[in-house]
């Protein structure tokens, strides 16, 4: 089963994406996690995307197909993957159903103040990339991961002002993949302003059915 989980920053994306690929035996390709691994480790594409990232722009389309490409390539892709951040274009979409099959695409629903407030205060985990938030989903000991214990991080592109352009960036070049994969029929919407431990009990009732109807 091959997902992609699709929806503007803050909607949840990361949170629903590493539960559900654990629950469903998928790999997890946040796009997003590799290019920030990419400019912990300063490598060249590291260097290249910081200032895309920090100013809340994309990453050139090339470079980032590139980077899915090759990804999908690896073995744990081979029973499944979930796309946490990618497509983010329609190029991109585009050149991944080129490359790949694409099962099903759900977009989280959550409006774009709610998405601004959750980003204010979200601390990242950089160990498995879980996210919290101290006012609507805290972790169970301060500032520490609940699944691996490393101390949580705030994101560096998490500043208001950065948000307000990634949600523009967003509108612009994100928002018509909605179109674009409902006129395929292969689109599921998702209340996303639920609580966490709900929205994925209503993913995995939704996929649970869907592999029934595949098999
Ligand atoms: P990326 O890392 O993908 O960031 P994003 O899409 O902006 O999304 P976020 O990670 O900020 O939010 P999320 O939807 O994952 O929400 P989360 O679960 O954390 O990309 C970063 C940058 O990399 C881009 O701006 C771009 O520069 C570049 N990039 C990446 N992919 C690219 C591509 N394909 N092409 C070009 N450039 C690319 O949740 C947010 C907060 O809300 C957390 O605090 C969480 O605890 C909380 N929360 C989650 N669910 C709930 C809930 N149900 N109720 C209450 N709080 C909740
Ligand atoms: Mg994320």
Same mark, same amino acid.
């Given at each position: 089963? &091959?997902?992609?989980? =699709?929806?503007?920053?803050? /909607?949840?994306?990361?949170?629903?994406?590493?539960?559900? !690929?654990?629950?469903?035996?998928?790999?997890?390709? /946040? %796009?997003? @996690?590799?290019?920030?691994?990419? +400019?912990?480790?300063?490598?060249?594409?590291?260097?290249? !995307? &910081?200032?895309?990232?920090?100013?809340?722009?994309?990453?050139? *389309? $090339? +470079?980032?197909?590139?980077?899915?490409?090759?990804?999908?390539?690896?073995? *744990?892709?081979?029973?499944?993957?979930?796309? *946490?951040?990618?497509?983010?274009?329609?190029?991109?979409?585009?050149?991944?159903?080129?490359?790949?099959?694409?099962?099903?695409?759900?977009? =989280?629903?959550?409006?774009? @103040? $709610?998405?601004?407030?959750?980003? !204010?205060?979200?601390?990242?985990?950089?160990?498995?990339?879980?996210?919290? #938030?101290?006012?609507?989903?805290?972790?169970?000991?301060?500032?520490?991961?609940?699944?691996?214990? !490393?101390?949580?991080? =705030?994101?560096?592109?998490?500043?208001?002002?950065?948000?307000?352009?990634?949600?523009?960036?967003?509108?612009?070049? %994100?928002?018509?993949?909605?179109?674009?994969?409902?006129?395929?029929?292969?689109? @599921?919407?998702? *209340?996303?302003? =639920?609580?966490?431990?709900?929205?994925?009990? #209503?993913?995995? #009732?939704?996929?649970?059915?869907?592999?029934?109807?595949?098999?």
């Amino acid at each position: 089963m &091959n997902l992609i989980l =699709l929806g503007p920053p803050g /909607s949840g994306k990361g949170t629903q994406s590493s539960r559900l !690929a654990k629950e469903f035996k998928l790999a997890h390709i /946040s %796009t997003g @996690e590799i290019l920030r691994e990419a +400019v912990r480790s300063k490598s060249y594409l590291g260097e290249k !995307a &910081n200032h895309y990232i920090h100013t809340g722009q994309l990453v050139p *389309d $090339e +470079v980032m197909i590139e980077i899915v490409q090759e990804r999908l390539k690896a073995l *744990d892709c081979k029973e499944g993957f979930l796309l *946490d951040g990618f497509p983010r274009t329609i190029h991109q979409a585009e050149m991944l159903e080129a490359f790949t099959r694409i099962h099903l695409v759900v977009a =989280l629903k959550v409006e774009e @103040e $709610e998405c601004v407030q959750r980003l !204010a205060s979200r601390k990242t985990c950089p160990g498995c990339g879980l996210t919290y #938030n101290p006012v609507n989903h805290p972790p169970k000991k301060e500032n520490v991961c609940d699944q691996c214990g !490393a101390v949580l991080i =705030l994101r560096g592109d998490d500043k208001p002002e950065t948000v307000r352009e990634r949600l523009k960036v967003y509108v612009k070049l %994100t928002a018509p993949l909605i179109e674009y994969y409902q006129r395929t029929g292969r689109l @599921e919407f998702v *209340d996303g302003t =639920l609580a966490p431990d709900k929205i994925l009990q #209503n993913l995995k #009732n939704m996929l649970q059915s869907k592999i029934l109807l595949w098999k």
